[in-house]
Nanobody, 118 residues
Framework: QVYLVESGGGLVQPGGSLSLSCAAFGSIFGINVMGWYRQAPGKERELVATITNVGSTNYADSVKGRFTISRENANAEKTVHLQMKNLGPGDTAVYYC??????????WGKGTSVTVSS
């Protein structure tokens, strides 16, 4: 079992910055990749960014150059951070942390809301 605890999010003005964090607890040794997805109202959930245990990253085209994903690995937990800059209304969504496990289970956080509005 893996538990994902998200933090960050909130309301930010266009052009502003925001950071999200996700801490994974439990059977974390079976996790090789963690990432962030987002779901805007009326739209499907989409990939934002992922990072592997060795630091390889992947970004959606819409966030390249504006978002940065990073990770910390400790004995008891793995943490991923998402630094978001130059946010626009199109970034408004609920952001979900994701951690696919090698046992076949795809773990999700509960989501944290990001609203970009003036």
């Amino acid at each position: 079992q893996v538990y994902l605890v998200e933090s960050g999010g909130g309301l930010v003005q266009p052009g502003g910055s925001l950071s999200l964090s996700c801490a994974a607890f439990g059977s974390i040794f079976g996790i090789n990749v963690m990432g962030w997805y987002r779901q805007a109202p009326g739209k499907e959930r989409e990939l934002v960014a992922t990072i592997t245990n060795v630091g390889s990253t992947n970004y959606a085209d819409s966030v390249k150059g504006r978002f940065t994903i990073s990770r910390e690995n400790a004995n008891a937990e793995k943490t991923v951070h998402l630094q978001m800059k130059n946010l626009g209304p199109g970034d408004t969504a609920v952001y979900y942390c994701n951690a696919p496990h090698r046992d076949g289970v795809n773990y999700w956080g509960k989501g944290t809301s990001v609203t970009v509005s003036s």
